[in-house]
Structure formats: structure tokens, C-alpha cells
């Protein structure tokens, strides 16, 4: 059975940083592109961050980039997001999921991803 589990949320003031894991159970990590999304109340599920199996390929939204950085470890079966800079506008639970397809080909939709935890809950406060 495959789990994906996410940690590291919490209440932080703007400027903070968080940084998530996501701990993958089940499957073959390293076979995996990783990738993070994120939902704000009201708001349609957004594309944060992805990773390719090895490492070697990373791609990110526009709102995060340069101040958030994806990485993973397949010896431990985790995806991690370092979130540094962060603003309230990054609000929202934060989702890790799990597709075969490969980065190379382009930054699957979240529709293609097979696997998805049950997210973790960032605020950040103004």
C-alpha cells in the first residue's frame, strides 16, 4: 500500500522559513518524479515544485521561485521543500505526490500525479 505522508507544517510570521518532508512508503521511490502542490481555502490546487527521480531535473512555480527549493534523498524515501521567504500569500495546505512520468518531458499536471498525501497545513501571518 502506498503512503505518502507530509510534515513540517505550522503558524509562522512572514519572512519565516518552513521546511516540509514528505515520507514516501510503499513504493519505489527512486522511480518516482515528486512534486509539491498547495490549495488556499477557495482557491483550485496549485503546481509548487517538482523533482525528477535523480535529482538533476527541478522546476517551480513563478509565486516560489527563488525563495523555495525542492530536494529529496532516495535512501530515505523523502521529498523535502525548504520554503524560506515566506509571505501570506503562501498560505495553504501543502500536498507531496508521486508520478512515473519523467520531468524530462515536460512538469506533469497534477492530474498525472499517481500518489498524494493528505497535505499539511501552512499559515503565515502577516
Known sequence: QVQLVESGGGLVQAGASL???CLASGVTFSAYTMGWFRQAPG????FVAT???SSAGKAYAD????????SRDNAKNTV?????????EDTAVYYCAATRLLLQFG???GEKYDY???GTQVTVSS
Request: charged fraction near 25%; avoid cysteine; hydrophobic fraction near 30%.
Open 63 to 70: 509565486s516560489v521561485k527563488g525563495r523555495f527549493t525542492i
Open 43 to 46: 482557491k483550485d490546487r496549485e
Open 80 to 88: 523535502y521543500l525548504q520554503m524560506n521567504g515566506l509571505k501570506p
Open 19 to 21: 521546511r516540509l518532508s
Open 51 to 53: 523533482i525528477s527521480r
Open 107 to 109: 512538469v506533469p499536471p
Open 116 to 118: 498524494w498525501g493528505p
